[in-house]
């Protein structure tokens, strides 16, 4: 049986009535060709659902859209890159504040209308002078297709700009989600360090919407990690403004089934590409972990493999190590037994029963040596699975970390 959906072109501008624009206002000096704000509006009233970090330290604009979340109707998304306006105390939330009130005095809308969103460098005020500025002029430039402009304008040392967009049969009409994002680095779940801008013109209910977020970021920036480290600024917001005209969605139906099923796969995809596009990265990996007692002792397990440094340095040395690997398994908490565990390297089996399989070295070596490869680890104790995607961890990435 094929998708109901079908993957388009025009990322977060794809749905109906949704625009998008991106300028350079000054944050990344001396870089006049590469746009540092971006504005995401919906030309028809929407509601909003979010997901923000769970770290304790909290940038401004988390705290900020936090709070205009409350509002029943979201009409534009402010976003900037090379500042993540994290650790700047009450002046912060204060420059937080004063971006979402320029696009809103620039847009005729409330402040609370407004969400915002903020990336880069921790513990350096906004230049805020300058984007009031730059924000003023915003609307002059939104376009439906502005979304790859707006990608461009949210990354910081991404290589290349992530959006998607699928359409499907809903509701009697033809709806549309869409979405950009950006990340490369601080990249673990609960969540990635990340910006993630989702829109759709399905109608959809404020609970319901939240709700269905909810599922999909668990299912897709949950469950990717590339350096163990969790950011301050970790934002997903999806906007629903119903301009397909189709029927107002109930979760009960098999229509919010798969509203649901299109929304997991956009997100999917925007968290793939994030860990693609890792720093330093040079191989992405799948680990899968199944014969789990619970769902719990999967996560902890997959968690632990995808995490671990020592594992991430062998893969980067094209070195199979399982050891490592069941040494991971083994400090996770989830509950095993080192007699049933089996372990696969694309299939094929380097543990067997928590001992060495009779496979030659040099042929999961092979495994190792490509770009993309999956582990798969089978506990053999239940039916529960999980999986996370992660990457090595490479010479290149400590260089780019190191600091000026």
Not at 5 to 16: E, L, S
Not at 91 to 116: D, F, S, T
Not at 190 to 203: E, G, K, R, V
Not at 299 to 323: E, I, M, Q, Y
Request: hydrophobic share 45%.
């Amino acid at each position: 049986m094929g998708s109901p959906f079908i993957q388009v072109g025009g990322g977060v501008t794809a749905p109906r009535g949704f625009l998008a624009a991106s300028c350079y206002c000054g944050i990344k000096e001396g870089n006049l060709d590469k746009p540092d704000i971006a504005l995401i509006y919906s030309s028809s009233p929407a509601v909003a659902a979010a997901t923000f970090t769970t770290n304790r330290v909290k940038a401004a604009p988390v705290k900020v859209s936090a709070a205009h979340l409350r509002s029943p109707e979201i009409r534009a998304i402010i976003a900037n890159s090379g500042n993540a306006n994290a650790c700047t105390g009450l002046g912060g939330i204060e420059h937080a504040k004063r971006m979402a009130q320029a696009a809103a005095a620039a847009l005729g809308l409330k402040r609370n209308q407004v969400l915002v969103g903020s990336t880069g460098r921790i513990g350096i005020p906004l230049p805020i002078a300058k984007m009031e500025e730059a924000i003023k002029e915003l609307p002059k430039a939104l376009r439906d297709d502005g979304s790859l402009k707006a990608a461009r304008a949210i990354m910081t040392t991404d290589t290349f700009p992530k959006e998607i967009a699928v359409e499907l049969p809903l509701g009697g009409e033809t709806v549309r989600l869409g979405g950009i994002a950006k990340g490369a680095g601080m990249i673990d779940p609960n969540m990635a360090t990340m910006l993630c801008f989702l829109t759709t013109d399905a109608a959809v209910g404020k609970k319901d919407l939240a709700k269905a977020l909810s599922v999909a970021v668990d299912q897709s920036f949950n469950r990717i990690t590339i350096d163990g480290d969790m950011s301050t600024n970790d934002t997903a917001i999806l906007l629903a403004n119903g301009a397909a005209q189709s029927r107002p969605l109930d979760v009960s139906t098999r229509s919010f089934d798969l509203f649901q099923r299109a929304l997991n796969y956009v997100t999917a995809g925007l968290a793939r590409m994030i860990v693609e596009d890792g720093e330093g990265v040079s191989k992405f990996v799948e680990v899968h972990v199944k014969g789990a007692p619970t769902f719990q002792d999967a996560r902890k397990a997959a968690r632990a493999v995808a995490r671990s440094t020592l594992v991430k340095c062998a893969w980067f040395g094209g070195d199979p190590n399982w050891g490592r690997i069941v040494d991971a398994i083994g400090y996770s908490s989830a509950r095993i037994r080192e007699e049933m565990v089996d372990v696969y390297y694309d299939g094929v089996i380097a543990v067997k029963n928590g001992m060495p399989s009779k496979t030659p070295v040099s042929k999961l070596r092979g495994v190792v040596a490509n770009e993309r490869f999956k582990i798969t680890i089978d506990l053999q104790l239940g039916s529960a699975e999980y999986t996370v995607y992660t990457t090595d961890l490479t010479v290149k990435y400590v260089e780019l970390n190191m600091g000026e």
